[in-house]
């Protein structure tokens, strides 16, 4: 009784399984207590703190992560997972979400369980990754970070309109929308005609939040706005200034919600050119003598 379980399955954002996955924790004979569908991207966690001691099930499966008229469960022989079920420590992510190449990082783990929320890590500046995920040692779960190269700030309690947080540009602010209605806010310096690009990223690196971004003057007068457009992808603001002067960006909700898992992580930084390179699948047929041409889709950007 009192203990918490955290159940928490890895398959298609990381081991590229196509399925979408569902959790539920259950009694012995199988009301269903908690179930979750989609945590980390089509990824499900649930938790649940028993009341009583006893037996409990914790019960996996699937759809396939492509939607079809079947309406039913799924699996194959490419369905792989990795389940992780505990009562003891579990990490589900840290602050701040970001750490500067070449510096040591003083982390701030959230979860259940946890015997305790410090750690340190340092990423060598010859490192050239841009993601990793971090492992506790002394608990569970793995803790996504990006590797990035410029300061990595954690964002005050305070930073809101009437108190908003100085940053000088670039860098990387990871913060927490810790109740419904809250709202970040952070004061910068810019200059006339030297274009920003400012990107809040949290639903797709599997949390909960639904960014809006507005920048507005000193004076609170709104200059630029955007919201993502579907589930996955992320807003970005190309902000261009039209003075010298300070100017403040503004991160919330779209549906006003707050709690543990509504974290976010906000990059400013100079529009620069840059790319993304994407495949159509992730698997490809080659013909024993034969050749293989693989189309890449190049996204050139700024």
């Known amino acids: 009784a009192g203990q918490t379980i955290v159940a928490s399955v890895i398959a298609h954002e990381l081991l590229g399984s196509p399925m979408d996955a569902v959790l539920q924790i259950c009694t012995e004979s199988g009301t269903v207590l908690v179930q979750n569908h989609d945590c980390h991207g089509l990824d499900p966690q649930a938790t649940y703190t028993v009341p009583e001691a006893g037996n409990y099930l914790v019960r996996h499966f699937a759809f396939p992560s492509e939607p079809n008229s079947t ?35 003083d982390l701030k783990l959230f979860g259940w369980n946890l015997p305790s929320p410090a750690a340190v890590i340092e990423v060598p500046a010859t490192d050239v990754r841009e993601n990793l995920f971090f492992q506790p040692q002394d608990a569970a779960g793995l803790v996504p970070l990006a590797i990035v190269n410029h300061p990595s700030l954690v964002a005050e309690i305070s930073a809101s309109r009437e108190t908003p947080q100085e940053c000088a540009i670039p860098c990387t ?33 599997g949390f909960e939040i639904d960014p809006v971004l507005k920048v507005t003057d000193d004076a609170g007068k709104i200059l630029a706005e955007a919201e993502s457009g579907q589930r996955g992808t992320e807003p970005v603001l190309n902000f261009t200034p039209p003075a010298d002067g300070a100017y403040r960006v503004e991160i919330v909700d779209l549906h006003q919600r707050g709690g543990l898992r509504f974290v976010y992580r906000l990059t400013l930084a100079p529009v620069a050119p840059d790319f993304a390179v994407s495949l159509a699948a992730g698997t490809f047929t080659i013909a024993a003598g034969k050749t293989l041409e693989i189309p890449i889709t190049i996204d050139r950007k700024n």
């Open 71 to 105: 309406i039913a469960f799924s699996g194959g022989d490419t369905y792989l997972y990795r389940l992780t079920i505990t009562t003891g420590g579990f990490a589900d992510h840290a602050l701040p979400l970001a750490v500067q190449r070449g510096k040591p990082a």
């Open 173 to 205: 602010i990871s913060g927490q929308l810790g109740e419904p209605k809250d709202r970040d806010v952070f004061r910068f310096t810019a200059v006339k005609g030297k274009a920003l690009s400012i990107k809040a990223e949290s639903d797709s690196i």
